[in-house]
């Protein structure tokens, strides 16, 4: 999935006893800024989509994970310097190994909440998809 003037990326849908892990953006974020979202960003040149997606996790929460399973995949377009820019991106159903979270901004904040709780939130349509693929995945897991 290497698109020159394309971005990849990958999302962490974080859960735990049936919580999910949402992180509220920086208000000094250019994109979505004060948003809660599922942990995600850009996949460095050649990083397997499941290896960027653990690196993320670590830099955004300071969570260790583990991938479960791939649930899906999205896209959005997005402008930078003036140019529209496709992002690709791979989302995971993420098993935390460790729980203390540290967050890079002072600004920003993290909730455990159930799949009822997720409108108690700031989210938006397409991090509460991410979400529901997950939820999907999850469900289709226990019922087998």
């Not at 992180?23 to 996949?43: A, Q």
């Not at 920003?108 to 799949?115: G, V």
Request: proline content about 6%.
């Amino acid at each position: 999935m290497d698109i020159p003037g394309n971005k990849r990326l990958a999302a962490a849908v974080v859960m735990r006893k049936g919580l999910i892990l949402l992180v509220r953006r920086s208000e000094t974020e250019r994109f979505l800024p004060r948003v809660w979202g599922v942990p995600c960003g850009k996949l460095e040149p050649g990083e397997r989509p499941e290896d960027g997606v653990l690196r993320e996790l670590k830099e955004e929460t300071g969570l260790l994970g583990e991938v479960v399973r791939k649930v899906g995949e999205s896209s959005f377009m997005s402008e930078y310097r003036g140019q529209e820019i496709k992002n690709w991106q791979e989302n995971f159903l993420v098993r935390p190994l460790s729980s203390q979270i540290t967050l890079p901004e002072p600004d920003q904040a993290h909730r455990w909440l159930s799949p009822a709780e997720l409108h108690t939130v700031d989210i938006d349509a397409y991090n509460l998809d991410i979400v529901r693929q997950a939820l999907d995945a999850s469900f289709d897991l226990s019922a087998r």
